[in-house]
DNA sequence: CGATCGTTTGACAAGGGTCAAAATGCGTGG
DNA sequence: CCACGCATTTTGACCCTTGTCAAACGATCG
């Protein structure tokens, strides 16, 4: 357990990102890295939380990607959110009352516990701030799907998401990974698997970025910036 | 007071809602009726919340419709949600961090004051309860807009919009006011209004159900609730 | 009665979907 | 190390839903 929180080594994800959500004071950090011993693996493919399955205890990302997903009756798929190192999963009404809503392990997932929160103490904080920051992300997915071209949505979610692991500290650079296929990249943003391709190519062609083997390489950061109005990162309220 | 709180008048929209989504004690529901004295209207086309506005006291729609909207660097507009007589705002975090999101009347729009709620209160329920629903509203939008054709988003949002009115007791029949120009309505499904237009005419044609002057009428609501899969609504969960 | 806003219509364009097949990559077993 | 099987990516041809642009039509209001 000193291990865990000696600050000489990295952080995990969640508690990188929590850090970054709120000021988080050495308690909180220890009974969060206490926490993480109790750790569970599922492998790709497995449906990590069915839709009537709120009375879960509360877990966080340690790692591999996973995504929230919505199936029509014909079997059309409506990716909700993609889910990353450092994300939590049902801490704050996670729940889904109706409708087949699940969550399902993009590739081997490995999640750990993460303790309640008693009101008015700093977890608390990082809690709700990470609650408002995944309601803006589900408002930013509405407006990519209502009203951007299929090159913004790739590129807006790309930036996106970028950003969200940077939050969790698992990546710096302006080239990492994504461990998703083009399919399922196809069911998050409300296109076609041939599109995204084809979108892909485009975006390659004209030297902007590249996604070859789930690995990005942004190449020219300012314009794929104003080609979607990046908006700055503004200061996280919580509410 | 005493008229307010009389049991053979009807209830104030916002308090028919929060009695359905949690039992309200009298105390609460008192409070909530002393509170409907502080009243505000906006005209048409008004900005009632900007992006910045977050310090801002917890409102309820008396009357009148509203909507959530984020304008893209272009003009484009997505609506994120339409608000109704009930609806609460700025509630719980309602804040939008950055972007130029911001809350504009429809038509004319009364508010009202609505008291803050103690941890533990019944009245904290039915906020949370409203907050939980919304943010199903939110994920709805998601997957009308992501995996919907222009007809499903129509009727989707016409039987969920009926609901919410339904809850907060401000209609019964199958028979409605949608005070929305086909322009809104394109803003809020990801179409133009062209294309609205036309869609509506083919719903009429078919026989499912007409829009005309404001007014909506669904005349074959199981065929309407068959094209869209329709999900009986479950219990609302609080977290 | 003219202005203005919203609805409706028409002709045409284009973004994105569909279907099917080929190519590529990759893990597994022999 | 090779061959096979499977998932994923890529390509091609074609089509359909939805968007664009522009004008006509209709209602509402000082």
New interface residues.
């Given amino acids: 357990m000193t291990i865990l929180t000696d600050p000489r080594l990295p952080l995990s994800p969640h508690r990188t990102r929590l850090s970054n959500l709120a000021r988080l004071g050495a308690a909180a950090l220890t009974v969060l890295a206490s926490y993480e011993r109790d750790q569970n693996i599922s492998p790709p493919r497995r449906e990590m939380v069915r839709e009537g399955d709120?009375i879960r205890k509360p877990q966080a990302l340690v790692s591999g990607w996973a995504f929230e997903q919505?199936i029509?009756?014909?079997g059309?798929?409506?990716i909700?959110s993609v889910l990353i190192p450092g994300d939590l999963i049902g801490v704050?009404?996670?729940?889904s009352?109706?409708?087949s809503?699940s969550i399902v392990a993009a590739t081997q997932v490995v999640t750990c516990a993460v303790p309640e929160a008693d009101?008015g103490t700093d977890l608390e904080d990082a809690y709700?701030a990470s609650?408002?920051l995944e309601?803006?992300y589900?408002?930013q997915?509405?407006?990519r799907?209502?009203?951007?071209t299929a090159q913004e949505r790739l590129i807006d979610w790309i930036l996106e998401t970028q950003a969200r692991l940077m939050l969790a500290g698992v990546v710096s650079g302006n080239e990492f990974a994504v461990p998703l296929t083009q399919e399922l990249l196809a069911d998050a943003?409300?296109l076609t698997n041939v599109h995204v391709n084809r979108t892909l190519q485009i975006l390659r062609r004209d030297g902007l970025l590249s996604f070859h083997g789930g690995a990005v390489s942004l190449l020219d950061r300012p314009r794929l910036q104003s080609m979607v109005?990046y908006?700055?990162?503004?200061?996280?309220?919580?509410?």
Same sequence: chains 1, 2.
């Fill in positions: 709120h919505h029509l009756a014909d059309r798929r409506q909700l704050r009404g996670h729940q009352p109706f409708g809503r009101i709700a609650a408002a309601k803006q589900l408002i997915q509405t407006i799907l209502g009203r951007m943003l409300g109005g908006r700055a990162p503004g200061r996280i309220e919580t509410g």
